[in-house]
């Protein structure tokens, strides 16, 4: 089983970045999944997640209207693209089950500079 974020990055408040989570060993398809984040000091928390047709789409109100989930299933990977970004939403940033299983990748960091 094996998940592996990319796409994080340094970049100014205001600005984008596009992430993707890559699956393998695991039924893609057959899954809800998520992106998650966890932040110095912080708990790890879900901030979007998405039905396994992609019908069904979920956002935490902190980044509603900002970030865009998306999949592709035939490929076993997911999007996460991130607008507007703020410095609070530096993070390092994982994609999971939802509920999140017991493995995880590496994650990806996101820093964004006021």
């Known amino acids: 089983v094996q998940l592996v974020e990319s796409g994080g990055g340094l970049v100014q408040a205001g600005g984008s970045l596009r992430l993707s989570c890559a699956g393998s060993?695991?039924?893609?398809?057959?899954?809800?999944m998520g992106w998650y984040r966890q932040a110095p000091g912080k708990q790890r928390e879900l901030v979007a997640s998405?039905?396994?047709?992609?019908?069904?789409?979920i956002y935490a109100d902190s980044v509603k209207g900002r970030f865009t989930i998306s999949r592709d299933n035939a490929k076993n990977t997911m999007y996460l693209q991130m607008n507007s970004l703020k410095p609070e939403d530096t993070a390092v940033y994982y994609c999971n089950t939802v509920p999140a299983a017991s493995f995880w990748g590496q994650g990806t960091q996101v820093t964004v500079s006021s």
């Open positions: 060993g695991i039924p893609f398809s057959s899954n809800r």
């Open positions: 998405i039905s396994r047709g992609g019908g069904a789409i």
